[in-house]
């Protein structure tokens, strides 16, 4: 359980290379204190919690690399580990800028004007759904009911929910967002 999966990759700048991923000793021990709630030979009932670690730990995103390190930690097959997490939204499996902007699409939020704000956040930053902007700053998403269709349109960010969206509101959303980024840079 203490080692890292070594995956051999290919891209297009080299021809081979192993990609070591590994949880950090502090990840380790709480992805342990997880699998340990679990019965012997159940440990794939951590898989959600294990999954945001790895998540965590890989900068937001979930790679192939770490998807395979976490079903080695689990002792189940990679497929296992890659129908939980295509199946979720609340995984990345690309690269996701610091900010992701998951705008809810569904039924009350549409009637609401959901369309128009994630026509209106595409716009403002230049970027589709699915993409990240050029500054690593802005992920945009769509995502389905978020269980707060009394508040539409809104969205999550991160654990918060943003409601009642307005243009207004989505330009002081990103302008705080830019605030926040300059200052922790």
């Not at 995502?143 to 409601?163: I, N, S, T």
């Given at each position: 359980?203490?080692?890292?999966c ?17 949880f ?18 159940k ?8 999954l945001?670690?790895?998540q ?7 790679s ?22 295509t199946?979720?939204?609340?995984y ?16 009350p ?16 930053l ?18 389905e009911c ?6 539409a ?22 302008e ?10």
């Amino acid at each position: 359980m203490d080692r890292g999966c070594a995956c051999l990759c290919t891209n297009a700048f080299s021809n081979f290379q192993i990609i070591e991923v590994e949880f950090s000793g502090e990840k380790l021990n709480k992805a342990k204190e997880i699998i340990a709630r679990y019965p012997q030979g159940k440990q794939k009932s951590a898989l959600l919690p294990i999954l945001h670690l790895a998540q965590d730990e890989n900068n937001g995103w979930l790679s192939v690399e770490a998807m395979d390190y976490v079903a080695q930690l689990l002792q189940i097959k990679p497929i296992e580990v890659y129908e939980v997490a295509t199946f979720y939204s609340m995984y990345n499996l690309k690269p996701v800028g610091k900010y992701i902007f998951e705008v809810c699409q569904t039924g009350p939020c549409m009637i609401n004007g959901s369309d128009n704000i994630i026509g209106y956040i595409k716009e403002k930053l230049g970027i589709e759904v699915g993409q990240t902007t050029t500054d690593g700053l802005f992920t945009l998403k769509t995502v389905e009911c978020l269980g707060a269709c009394g508040y539409a349109p809104m969205m999550q960010m991160g654990k918060f929910y943003k409601e009642h969206l307005t243009q207004e509101k989505v330009d002081q959303i990103i302008e705080e967002c830019r605030r926040t980024a300059a200052i922790n840079n």
